[in-house]
């Protein structure tokens, strides 16, 4: 378990390499990043307060409450709410941008392949397959966070155990975006995409938990889509059993 979760974090920073081999490319790439950013942030950001703002009113009837309890809960649901947030837009960020910078991030996973060795996989999915990979990812970050939002409204305990089954949830949901294309164009469908990652699990979380600790820094998500895109090409070649670092 222990050197799978290893394996899948060597992948990730096995990315940064890029950066020495083709740094005018790896610079570029971080321009589709930066612009979806800012039209996300602004979105989910005025989203997150105004949802946050109806807080009081979905909770009128705790107003006869200890001051204490009424607090507590207002917290946990404001929490959550933001929690929820947080996830279907690290999910959707990373989704968008890799669809917005195809060109871009396509260029950086054939360069990587180029580096390692190996026939460099040239079959591409249709824009609609992405598309629905997107939704789909996207509407399972929404649901997942959802769930999670209602954990953590559990007195006590509820907003620490929702924030960490909410780091590994999208961390998961963030590996599986990644990865996604680099398997598209070794062959791999939807079933057989998810099956390959099932068989390992660990790895493909260890390199999402780095992926997601380092896109969780101010201007990390922007900073890192490009290692990104290198390191989960170097993950899915570990996955199908080609040489990856």
């Known amino acids: ?20 081999s083709r740094p005018s490319l790896m610079a570029l790439a971080l321009l589709p990043a930066l612009g979806v950013l800012l039209v996300m942030g602004g979105l989910l950001s005025w ?10 009113g979905w909770t009128g009837f705790a107003d006869g409450w200890p001051g204490w309890a009424a607090g507590l809960l207002r917290f946990a649901m404001a929490s959550g709410i933001t929690l ?16 917005v910078g195809d060109p871009l991030y396509t260029r950086i996973a054939l360069a990587t392949d180029e580096l390692l060795g190996g026939p460099v996989p040239n079959q591409s999915a249709a824009w609609t397959t992405w598309l629905s990979d997107a939704l789909r990812l996207a509407l399972q970050g929404l649901l997942g966070g959802l769930a999670i939002a209602l954990v953590g409204l559990v007195p006590g305990i509820g907003t620490a155990i929702a924030a ?3 780091f590994l949830f999208s961390s998961w949901l963030l590996a599986t975006g990644l990865i996604a294309s680099a ?17 390992r699990p660990w790895r493909v979380l260890g390199f999402g938990m ?33 040489p990856s670092l």
């Open 1 to 20: 378990m222990l050197n799978e979760f290893v394996t899948g974090a060597r992948a990730f920073l096995a990315g940064f390499g890029m950066w020495r």
């Open 47 to 56: 989203l997150g307060v105004w949802l946050v703002g109806l807080v009081p």
């Open 84 to 99: 929820a947030l947080a996830i279907v837009l690290i999910v959707s960020f990373t989704a968008i941008t890799l669809a």
């Open 164 to 166: 960490v089954t909410g």
């Open 183 to 199: 398997l598209e164009r070794r062959g791999f469908d939807r079933t057989a995409r998810a099956r390959l990652r099932r068989s």
């Open 210 to 242: 780095v992926a997601q600790a380092l896109f969780l820094i101010p201007g990390g998500a922007v900073l890192m889509m490009p290692t990104a895109s290198s390191g989960a090409t170097r993950l899915a070649r570990s996955l199908v059993g080609e």
